[in-house]
């Protein structure tokens, strides 16, 4: 026992590698006030997780963490009830309120100017904390405090930073409110609230350890009180978590002894199985299959191993022959029929564009006619009425089709153009409207 005692002292000991108390306390005093530069930079901290969540980044994301100085104030709370500092809760409290508040308006500004609106994979994990969140946050806490109270402290502190993700719920939190998602913002908050909590508890505790001396400003009933909330607040944040993680343990257990009942137990030679589903309402398992039949003595063969996969509720319903080729053929006839939809979708798009493209020949024309008016009063003051249009000219010798431009010229009664005033009208027109072929025709 006494060896044991001396390899424990000798190798966890931390009081050999114990900064300086004062430093200690001044560095987190320090750390948690948010004004000036500090809350700046928690603003752009935000808006980088934020574009992160936005655009699925996870590198993004972890620069945002980084960069953040919100773990100030909540060590700070940790710390001021370890040491029984009123001043430094106080301090801690009103910054954490305001770096929080901060936080989420300024996540929610950016989400209602996004035109991204759509939850990505990074944004919905913050959604549903679990004990594993807990566990995260304390150890990281943990960590993170014994860093800042011993001299080797490496790379600790952005580590627990990244662990310990305070930035990202918060920016989902407001992700919620932007999106009027109440689920999100809620979901959100509790994980950060969750991290709080358990960031401070492993605060408490290690200067607890570490032996930090108490000061005057709280009297021992006023600290006991602090603890006994921080004790209350610890409880009432893992009663929730607890439930989802085991809801999500009880589920991925229940899928996973599905998959090993129609593995090991539905392993029928010459048989296939194509899907299954588990209606938990009526408590059926349904599996699909092809291929040789399964008679009535194997399936009850089967469904007498549901217990021993923790399925004794349920009872076993086999697809197959008729009801399965009715199944996959229904499955082949949607498939068909996306397929369908979406040729016709792309032929209808194509359409749109050749008739766009067609309109904006003939827009164009109308546009040149205009324009070009004025420059044919100087060059033929004899013109009277212009006109541009675009047609086809069809030859009754055979069935092809010709598009042409033809330029309808009206002049007045007085005077008339000349052969070779029409030859040259009609090269300039073709040079004007850049059409490979055009017709000028004069009208009576």
Same mark, same amino acid.
């Given at each position: 026992?006494?060896?044991? +005692?001396?390899?424990?002292?000798?190798?966890?000991?931390?009081?050999?590698?114990?900064?300086?108390?004062?430093?200690?306390?001044? %560095?987190?005093?320090?750390?948690?006030?948010?004004?000036?530069?500090?809350?700046?930079?928690?603003?752009?901290?935000?808006?980088?997780?934020?574009?992160? @969540?936005?655009?699925?980044?996870?590198?993004?994301?972890?620069?945002?963490?980084?960069?953040? /100085?919100?773990? %100030? /104030?909540?060590? %700070?709370?940790? !710390?001021?009830?370890?040491?029984?500092?009123?001043?430094?809760?106080?301090?801690? !409290? =009103?910054?954490?309120?305001?770096?929080?508040?901060?936080?989420?308006?300024?996540?929610?500004?950016?989400?209602?100017?996004?035109?991204? =609106?759509?939850?990505?994979?990074?944004?919905?994990? +913050?959604?549903?904390?679990?004990?594993?969140?807990?566990?995260?946050?304390f150890f990281g806490g943990a960590a993170g405090i014994l860093a800042l109270c011993?001299?080797?402290?490496?790379?600790?502190?952005?580590?627990?930073?990244?662990?310990?993700?305070?930035?990202? /719920?918060?920016?989902?939190?407001? $992700?919620?409110?932007?999106?009027?998602?109440?689920?999100?913002?809620?979901?959100?908050?509790?994980?950060?609230?969750?991290?709080?909590?358990?960031?401070? &508890?492993?605060?408490?505790?290690?200067?607890?350890?570490?032996?930090?001396?108490?000061?005057?400003?709280?009297?021992?009933?006023?600290?006991?009180?602090?603890? +006994?909330?921080?004790?209350?607040?610890?409880?009432?944040?893992?009663?929730?978590?607890?439930? &989802?993680?085991?809801? !999500?343990?009880?589920?991925?257990?229940? =899928?996973?002894?599905?998959?090993?009942?129609? *593995?090991? #137990?539905?392993?029928?030679?010459?048989?296939?199985?194509?899907?299954?589903?588990?209606?938990?309402?009526?408590?059926?398992?349904?599996?699909?299959?092809?291929?040789?039949?399964?008679?009535?003595?194997?399936?009850?063969?089967?469904?007498?191993?549901?217990?021993? $996969?923790? @399925?004794?509720? $349920?009872?076993?319903?086999?697809?197959?022959?008729?009801?399965?080729?009715?199944?996959?053929?229904?499955?082949?006839?949607?498939?068909?029929?996306?397929?369908?939809?979406?040729?016709?979708?792309?032929?209808?798009?194509?359409?749109?564009?050749? &008739?766009?493209?067609?309109?904006?020949?003939?827009?164009?024309?109308?546009? !040149?006619?205009?324009?070009?008016?004025?420059?044919?009063?100087?060059?033929? /003051?004899?013109?009277?009425?212009?006109?541009?249009?675009?047609?086809?000219?069809?030859?009754? *010798?055979?069935?092809?089709?010709?598009?042409?431009?033809?330029?309808?010229?009206?002049?007045?009664?007085? +005077?008339?153009?000349?052969?070779?005033?029409?030859? #040259?009208?009609?090269?300039? @027109?073709?040079?004007?409207?850049?059409?490979?072929?055009?017709?000028?025709?004069?009208?009576?």
């Amino acid at each position: 026992m006494a060896n044991f +005692r001396n390899f424990f002292h000798e190798y966890f000991n931390l009081m050999p590698d114990k900064e300086s108390e004062a430093e200690v306390i001044e %560095g987190i005093r320090a750390g948690a006030q948010f004004r000036g530069a500090n809350l700046w930079v928690l603003i752009c901290a935000i808006f980088i997780a934020s574009l992160g @969540l936005n655009v699925n980044s996870t590198a993004v994301i972890i620069g945002a963490m980084l960069v953040s /100085p919100l773990m %100030g /104030p909540i060590i %700070g709370m940790g !710390l001021a009830v370890g040491i029984n500092d009123l001043d430094l809760l106080k301090t801690s !409290l =009103k910054n954490f309120a305001v770096a929080t508040v901060v936080s989420i308006l300024t996540a929610m500004v950016y989400f209602l100017l996004s035109p991204f =609106k759509e939850a990505q994979s990074e944004l919905l994990a +913050r959604t549903s904390p679990t004990l594993y969140d807990v566990m995260i946050a304390f150890f990281g806490g943990a960590a993170g405090i014994l860093a800042l109270c011993t001299k080797g402290k490496g790379n600790v502190i952005p580590g627990v930073a990244i662990a310990t993700a305070l930035m990202p /719920p918060l920016c989902t939190a407001g $992700y919620g409110l932007a999106t009027g998602q109440w689920m999100f913002f809620f979901g959100a908050f509790y994980l950060f609230f969750i991290n709080t909590v358990f960031i401070s &508890l492993a605060t408490f505790l290690g200067v607890r350890v570490l032996s930090f001396s108490t000061v005057a400003d709280m009297s021992l009933e006023r600290a006991m009180k602090a603890r +006994r909330v921080m004790m209350g607040l610890v409880i009432v944040t893992m009663v929730p978590a607890a439930i &989802l993680t085991f809801g !999500l343990v009880s589920q991925s257990l229940f =899928k996973q002894n599905v998959a090993s009942f129609i *593995d090991e #137990q539905l392993n029928w030679t010459g048989t296939q199985i194509i899907s299954h589903r588990v209606d938990s309402k009526e408590q059926v398992l349904h599996v699909a299959v092809i291929g040789a039949e399964v008679d009535s003595v194997q399936q009850h063969l089967a469904e007498q191993q549901l217990p021993n $996969y923790h @399925l004794a509720d $349920y009872r076993l319903v086999v697809i197959q022959g008729v009801q399965s080729d009715s199944l996959l053929q229904r499955v082949s006839r949607i498939e068909t029929s996306r397929s369908d939809y979406k040729n016709t979708v792309l032929q209808q798009s194509q359409q749109i564009h050749e &008739l766009e493209a067609a309109l904006n020949k003939y827009e164009s024309l109308e546009e !040149l006619a205009v324009e070009i008016r004025p420059e044919l009063q100087v060059l033929y /003051p004899a013109i009277h009425t212009f006109t541009l249009a675009r047609t086809l000219e069809v030859r009754s *010798d055979t069935t092809s089709t010709l598009p042409i431009t033809v330029a309808l010229v009206g002049t007045s009664t007085a +005077r008339h153009l000349t052969e070779n005033q029409i030859a #040259q009208l009609g090269d300039w @027109l073709r040079a004007r409207t850049g059409a490979d072929s055009l017709r000028v025709v004069m009208e009576d």
